[in-house]
């Protein structure tokens, strides 16, 4: 380049990029520093694999080949724009959370794929537990790891691969395997991978493995041994805002990697969450609603998990959130897509629905993957009902948005109890808040307004802010006066409550006929499928009536 031509670059506040690796995408995104603005970025979708039913699965040398190409592609769109990429001060990793990977640290290469957060194969597995925990209990482990014991967390995934694949089996034994979520995996080989890549995770990746205490903020022993998961295959934790190490190659190398948080948590900062009760609703494949509880862990009693919001400094006190989780919300508009084929486009959706403007009494339960909060029953499946010959695909759509709507306020009146402090309005964020009808209904079916951030990508921005803010960076302040306040849209709700009460009770109805659909063990004892005579998951009140069994009668007949 002439040192003409160079002179004519863009001259800028400090850049800082993210790395946002989804379970549907990976994208790399540049902010200016100073005033939080997206400069540019690049996104490629993510393959999903099932090779059976409810095993999800992604290919980890695509997701590493995916975020080469999203940097490469975003460096190049800079130059175009006459922006000088020297001025990238800082990389931040935000990834999906819980997906589980082992790799051999000598050849660099992953021993199987990706085993997807949303995956069901470990079920029996998580039955077995639960039976083996004192008084069947699922929240057996919840004083260490503030989780249930659950398909959606590490452990049970990262056990099942140790037990069912051998060469993670021969890996472990031969002192040459190394498990890690995404972040791990992608920070790992950008710093040099076999070639001196540091193996870390940070606090927020950790809290999601059911391997790592959230008081003493580190792995466990006595929860690895409950696993049966060998320390040393395990990274090492880090706070989420501190120089992890440099990029090895590329475009960037040299540039320090120096923030890392699970998509949610980074999302809570992205979202500028930093006070004691201040909420968000991420809709993404799932759909995620976290409150930032302070430097306080709070337990729920209603469903919810409590789990790492975010440590930004190696001296930084850990803050936390109480998290409402639900599998399924940008998922069953793809299912739409790919399994029904009644929608070309993941944008046709707002089209189809807005068409009818109702259901007209068609009620779908998307529990692909069982339900997540606030009833954490992985015997649960997908339903629709209320079907009649005027159904058609439009209220089907229509149902579907709703069905996101309903989830969250599953979850919001969870939270609103265990936190004892009712949200006025919930700040969203996520690919699907660009759906103006579902942004509408949530107002609807909420009864409070509804709060979206004009640029969307609140994930990524909160990985760059942490990247950005790290010590020996520093161009990134997090000081509340130095924040920049990010335009919003407001929706209100317009329906009266009554109407949209109505419309709830009827989505529970439909939720507990999904219940107890798919369960492992066998049924036996006279008591109920899994419930050992005390309903699925009601705790001693019966999925659905008496507090006897999984149906009704007492006797576990169905």
């Known amino acids: 380049m002439s040192a003409a031509s160079y002179s004519e670059r863009i001259t800028m506040g400090p850049l800082v990029a993210a790395i946002d690796q989804g379970t549907s995408s990976t994208r790399f995104l540049v902010f200016n520093s100073k005033t939080a603005e997206l400069i ?58 819980e997906t589980t990977l082992v790799w051999d640290k000598e050849t660099g290469e992953p021993l199987y794929n990706a085993i997807v957060w949303l995956d069901l194969r470990t079920q029996s597995t998580v039955e077995r537990l639960i039976n083996r925990a004192p008084g069947k209990n699922k929240n057996h482990l919840k004083h ?42 992608l920070i790992w080989c950008l710093t040099g991978g076999k070639s001196g890549g540091v193996h870390i995770t940070d606090v927020t990746n950790a809290s ?9 903020l580190d792995w466990d022993p006595e929860l690895c041994k409950y696993f049966d998961v060998p320390m040393e295959i395990l990274p090492q ?3 989420s805002s501190e120089i992890y190490g440099s990029v090895y190659s590329g475009p960037l190398a040299g540039v320090p990697i120096s923030g890392c948080l699970g ?36 337990m729920s009693d209603h469903g919810l998990l409590t789990t790492l919001a975010y440590k930004l400094g190696k001296d930084s006190p850990a803050c936390y959130a109480l998290e409402g989780s639900v599998a399924i919300a940008g998922a069953v508009v793809r299912w739409l897509k790919d399994n029904l084929g009644i929608i070309q486009s993941s944008a046709e959706i707002e089209k189809l629905a807005g068409e009818v403007g109702s259901s007209y009494g068609c ?38 948005l709703e069905a996101v709507c309903f989830q969250t306020k599953e979850i919001l009146e969870a939270m609103n109890q265990d936190y004892g402090v009712s949200l006025s309005q919930l700040q969203v964020d996520g690919g699907m808040t660009s759906n103006r009808l579902l942004m509408q209904l ?14 969307s990508e609140t994930t990524a921005l909160g990985a760059a802010m942490a990247a950005g803010a790290a010590e020996g960076v520093g161009v990134w302040s997090l000081t509340p006066g130095d924040l920049t306040a990010i335009p919003t849209e407001k929706y209100q709700p317009l329906i009266n409550p009554e109407e949209s009460e109505f419309r709830y009770t009827r989505w529970k109805k439909a939720v507990q ?5 798919e369960t492992t063990e066998p049924i036996s004892n006279g008591n109920g499928a899994i419930s050992n005579g005390n309903g699925a998951i009601s705790n001693g009140n019966g999925a659905i009536s008496n507090g006897n069994g999984a149906i009704s009668n007492g006797n576990g007949q169905h």
């Open 40 to 97: 540019s970025h690049h996104q490629v979708g993510i393959k999903q694999s099932f090779p059976k039913e409810g095993w999800v699965e992604e290919d980890p040398k695509e997701i590493l080949q995916s975020v080469y190409e999203c940097m490469e592609r975003t460096c190049e769109k800079l130059g175009q724009l006459n922006i000088d990429i020297s001025n990238i001060k800082a990389v931040g990793v935000t990834n999906q959370r």
């Open 263 to 298: 998509d949610q948590s980074a999302a809570l900062v992205g979202q500028m969450c930093f006070q004691d009760g201040q909420a968000k609703n991420t809709y993404g494949t799932g759909c995620f609603l976290l409150r930032n509880t302070g430097v306080t862990p709070v």
């Open 237 to 239: 934790v880090k706070s």
């Open 208 to 216: 999601r493995t059911m391997l790592f205490n959230i008081h003493t």
């Open 442 to 455: 949530q107002a609807d079916v909420l009864c409070i307004p509804v709060v979206k951030p004009s640029m």
């Open 363 to 400: 009620y779908f339960v998307p529990a692909f993957s069982g339900l997540y909060a606030p009833y954490w029953e992985p015997s649960a499946r997908g339903i629709i009902c209320g079907l009649t010959q005027f159904t058609n695909k439009s209220h089907l759509a229509f149902a579907a």
């Open 513 to 517: 006929r999904a219940m107890n659909w």
């Open 144 to 185: 260490k790891t503030g989780l249930p014991i659950s398909t959606y967390f590490s452990a049970v995934k990262l056990r099942w691969l140790m037990d069912n694949v051998e060469e993670v089996a021969e890996a472990i034994l031969t002192h040459r395997a190394m498990f890690g979520t995404v972040d791990s995996w």
